[in-house]
C-alpha cells in the first residue's frame, strides 16, 4: 500500500486558523471513514485528536476538526493557540493494515 | 487515567529477535485491541500490527513473517517479538490501545522506547 502524504509543514499566528491535509487513494481514504489525526509533542506520547473522519474523543478542544472528500482528509485548527506547536500525523485503514502520514510539523508563529 | 510503558532492550544486534513488552495500568487489558507502532528515525509511523486481549491476532502484511505478539491478562500485558533484524528495524517503538469504537484510532499510546540494531 502506498502512504499517506502530508505537506511537511505549516503555519498560522495566534488566533487563525490552519488546515493540514492527508491525502490517500480510493483503497485506504477514499474507501473508509476511517481516519485519525494524532498530536505529537517531542518526547511526549501522540495524542489522538480525532477519529473516524470528524469525531473528537473527550477533552480534545473543539478547535480541533476534521473532514474528508474523496481521497483527501482534513485537519483543521481554529484559534491557533502557542501550545499547538506539535507534529500532527493522519492515518487511514487501508484494509488489512493502518497506514500514516509523514506528518506536518505546525507551527504558532 | 490509562497508562501505557513499553519495556525492552535498547540495543540489539542483527540477526536477532528483538522482545518488547508494554505494561498497561490504570485500565483493563479487556475488551480492547492493543498495537504495536514504530517509527525509524527520519520516517513515518508504521503499524505492525494488533492483538485482542483474547489472543487474535493480524500483523502487518509487510512483516507478517516476523512478526508475533501475544498477551498476559494476569499481568494486564502484552509483548512484541520481531526476528531476523536488519538496521532497518532501528526505530523507536510504541504500544497503543485501540479506541472502543474503532480499534484502528488509538487513543493511548506509551512514550515510547528506541530500540538501535547494532553489531
Known amino acids: 500500500q502506498s502512504a499517506l502524504t502530508q505537506p511537511p509543514s505549516a503555519s498560522g499566528s495566534p488566533g487563525q486558523s490552519v488546515t493540514i491535509s492527508c491525502t490517500g487513494t480510493s483503497s485506504d481514504i477514499g474507501a473508509y471513514n476511517y481516519v485519525s489525526w494524532y498530536q505529537h509533542h517531542p518526547g511526549k506520547a501522540p495524542k489522538l485528536i480525532i477519529y473516524?473522519?470528524?469525531k473528537r474523543p473527550s477533552g480534545v478542544p473543539d478547535r480541533f476538526s476534521g473532514s474528508k472528500s474523496g481521497n483527501t482528509a482534513s485537519l483543521t485548527v481554529s484559534g491557533l493557540q502557542p501550545e499547538d506547536e506539535a507534529a500532527y500525523y493522519c492515518?487511514?485503514?487501508?484494509?488489512?493494515?493502518?497506514?500514516f502520514g509523514g506528518g506536518t510539523e505546525l507551527t504558532v508563529l | 487515567q490509562v497508562q501505557l510503558q513499553e519495556s525492552g532492550p535498547g540495543l540489539v544486534k542483527p540477526s536477532e529477535t528483538l522482545s518488547l513488552t508494554c505494561a498497561v495500568s490504570g485500565g483493563s487489558i479487556r475488551s480492547y485491541y492493543w498495537s504495536w507502532i514504530r517509527q525509524p528515525p527520519g520516517r513515518r509511523l508504521e503499524w505492525l500490527g494488533f492483538i485482542y486481549y483474547s489472543g487474535s491476532t493480524n500483523y502487518n502484511p509487510s512483516l507478517k513473517s516476523r512478526v508475533t505478539m501475544s498477551v498476559d491478562t494476569s499481568k494486564n500485558q502484552f509483548s512484541l517479538k520481531l526476528t531476523s533484524l536488519t538496521s532497518a528495524d532501528t526505530a523507536i517503538y510504541y504500544c497503543a490501545r485501540g479506541h472502543s469504537s474503532s480499534w484502528v484510532a488509538f487513543d493511548y499510546w506509551g512514550q515510547g522506547t528506541l530500540v538501535t540494531v547494532s553489531s
Open positions: 473516524e473522519v470528524n
Open positions: 492515518s487511514s485503514y487501508a484494509g488489512s493494515t493502518v497506514l
